[in-house]
């Protein structure tokens, strides 16, 4: 079952390989398939939620809609498991809702040492620190600044500054080589550093 990611109707008009959503006449190249599981990343690492973690700061019984949270599977050795739907959302797709009216608890595992992603660099960069917030959720856009060290064959060199990284979501996704176990636990969202190919990179 195909919904259209703008409007999230499942009437479409297929043209070569193009879909026209005919609800909001938009041409769709990029639809969510709610049956399928997509392989997002290369690797054996997993995303998941649980929203009972002791002392956890995302830590709640019911999300924000009063629906009861429970513990899921959302990415399991790189392929998508669930979506992540409040009770607009899944009705909207004709989908259950999973309890997340807010986002609680995510966790992001890797057994891979940090110091092995720097090492297996040959060129690019360490990013440090990142401002603004341009990341668009329905056509998957990205770009913002960031500061950090440029990075050759493995040694951080001399840091960068005034720099912008763009890319797409769901391509960020694809290219993600490894997850570095540098987990940081004082936000809702525990995640270690990642190494990621082919983003494009603008500054002097």
Same mark, same amino acid.
């Given at each position: ?46 995303? +998941?939620?649980?929203? $009972?973690? &002791?002392? @956890? ?8 809609? #009063?629906?009861? !949270? ?45 110091? +092995?992603?720097?090492? $297996?660099? &040959?060129? @690019? ?8 917030? #341009?990341?668009? !959720? ?53 995640? @270690? ?8 990179? #603008?500054?002097?």
């Amino acid at each position: 079952m195909w919904s259209c990611s703008y409007c999230y109707s499942k009437q479409f008009i297929k043209d070569d390989n193009l879909l026209t959503c005919v609800k909001c006449y938009n041409i769709i190249d990029n639809v969510i398939d709610c049956t399928a599981e997509w392989r997002y990343y290369n690797g054996d690492d997993n995303i +998941s939620e649980d929203p $009972s973690l &002791p002392n @956890g700061s995302g830590t709640r019984p019911y999300d924000s809609e #009063g629906v009861l !949270t429970h513990k899921k599977d959302i990415i399991n050795e790189g392929i998508l498991k669930t979506y992540l739907l409040d009770t607009y959302a899944a009705r909207k797709l004709n989908e259950t809702c999973t309890g997340n009216g807010v986002l609680t608890n995510i966790l992001v595992t890797s057994k891979q040492p940090s110091s +092995s992603l720097l090492e $297996s660099m &040959p060129d @690019g960069l360490y990013i440090t620190d990142m401002m603004g917030s #341009g990341a668009n !959720t329905l056509t998957g856009d990205y770009s913002r600044g960031a500061f950090g060290y440029l990075v050759k064959n493995g040694e951080i060199q001399y840091p960068v500054t005034e720099i912008t990284v763009a890319s797409n979501l769901l391509q960020m996704f694809e290219n993600i080589i490894a997850l570095g176990d540098d987990i940081d636990s004082r936000n809702r969202i525990r995640t @270690g550093s990642m190494l990621i190919d082919n983003i494009t990179i #603008g500054g002097q």
